[in-house]
């Protein structure tokens, strides 16, 4: 089993929908989740970070945590064109020191179409 | 804002040359890494360096070695690069206290 999975996809949403990304990883212990979008060609770009349980938001992008099912996940909202990436979800495996190194998904890309 | 700085965004070397691929964070970050991402493999760390001449190898070390000698630059070395090296590498840095990674723009690297 791979330590963070994510449905490779690709996704597609049209435009205005409501794009649903979601990350399960194997950690129980994991601490700190991140979700970067990586457009092609570029390196990634952090865009959200959760620590607890429950929803963060930040504009069109929500971050959803439940620690007992193990799973992440990341809502964008009306969706646009300049949404369509590779979405990578990150994890700070358990017992990581302040050092500690990440563990990435493979990614799901995601198209708007208009 | 972070601004993390890759020195070459595009290289091509020959192999069995020496490669140098710089990287400088300005947000004083202890923390420090090489990946390198490939297509259908996703981001694979190399090193990564919790302090000034601390190192620690990753998930694929072999072929690789770094360099810390300031806070702010951590410098990945291919000692004899060969073709399975091309890669695009990332560098990043992170904060101790929330963890956020921040990467730099990425040097794309050809061996031929």
């Known amino acids: 089993q791979k330590e963070v999975e994510q449905n490779s996809g690709p996704l597609s949403v049209p435009e205005g929908a409501i794009a649903s990304l979601n990350c399960t990883y194997s950690d129980r212990g994991s601490q700190s989740f991140f979700w970067y979008r990586q457009y092609s060609g570029k390196s990634p770009e952090l865009i959200m970070s959760i620590y607890s349980n429950g929803d963060k938001e930040d504009g069109r992008f929500t971050a959803q945590l439940n620690k007992a099912s193990q799973y992440v996940s990341l809502l964008i909202r009306d969706s646009q064109p300049s949404d369509s990436a590779t979405y990578l979800c990150a994890v700070t495996p358990a017992g990581g020191t302040s050092y500690g190194k990440l563990t990435f998904g493979q990614g799901t890309i995601l198209t708007v179409h208009p | 804002d972070v601004k993390v700085t890759q020195s070459s965004r595009y290289l091509v070397k020959r192999t069995g040359e020496k490669v140098f691929l710089e990287c400088v964070q300005d947000m004083d970050h202890e923390n420090m890494f090489w990946y390198r991402q490939d297509p259908g493999l996703g981001l694979r760390l190399i090193y990564f360096s919790y302090d000034v001449k601390m190192k620690e190898k990753g998930d694929i070390p072999e072929g690789y070695s770094v360099s810390r000698e300031k806070k702010e630059r951590f410098s990945l070395i291919l000692e004899s690069a060969s073709t399975n090296q091309t890669s695009m590498y990332l560098c990043?840095?992170?904060?101790?206290?929330?963890?956020?990674?921040?990467f730099g723009e990425g040097s794309r690297l050809t061996v031929l």
């Open positions: 990043a840095s992170r904060t101790t206290n929330t963890g956020e990674l921040f």
